[in-house]
């Protein structure tokens, strides 16, 4: 097993991670309803759970958890470009490219599971791919009942 292309390939989620905790907040402050501010909220506390548990990882590896790189500037302008695109905007829109960057965190997870993982780590990954996909269904749905005209 090539424990530096493990070190790599989960060094790429945690920049995922820590981008989508800097987004899910962005989102936070770009909406009103105080019930959508704690359901994304939520959401950036697991993306932050998430990012310590593969620190703790990468570290137990004898790797260095990333702080920047190619793939990190990448993921970083993806979601700079989420939040400062959701200044003044609705709602809806707030969710639109919250759930922008979910999509972005989804494909990064499939990324590594096509990566050869140690079988603990995949389990991992996988647990956390799945609470990404979550995430992003709950974006997605809070998005759809936001489009729903008020009666």
């Not at 793939?71 to 759930?99: D, K, Y």
Request: proline share 4%; hydrophobic share 35%.
């Amino acid at each position: 097993m090539d424990y530096q292309r493990v070190i790599t390939t989960l060094n790429n989620l945690l920049e995922t991670t820590k981008d989508g905790e800097n987004g899910f907040r962005a989102c936070v402050a770009g909406v009103t309803n105080p019930r959508l501010k704690e359901v994304l909220e939520r959401a950036a506390m697991r993306c932050d759970e998430g990012a310590i548990e593969l620190e703790s990882k990468i570290r137990s590896l004898g790797g260095e958890p990333a702080t920047s790189g190619t793939f990190a500037g990448s993921v970083h302008r993806v979601w700079t470009n989420v939040i400062s695109s959701i200044s003044g905007m609705s709602e809806q829109a707030v969710l639109s490219e919250c759930e922008r960057g979910e999509e972005f965190a989804e494909r990064a997870y499939e990324a590594a599971l096509q990566e050869p993982l140690p079988p603990d780590i995949e389990q991992m990954v996988r647990r956390q791919y799945e609470g990404v996909r979550r995430n992003h269904t709950l974006v997605r749905d809070l998005r759809n009942e936001a489009a729903q005209p008020q009666s």
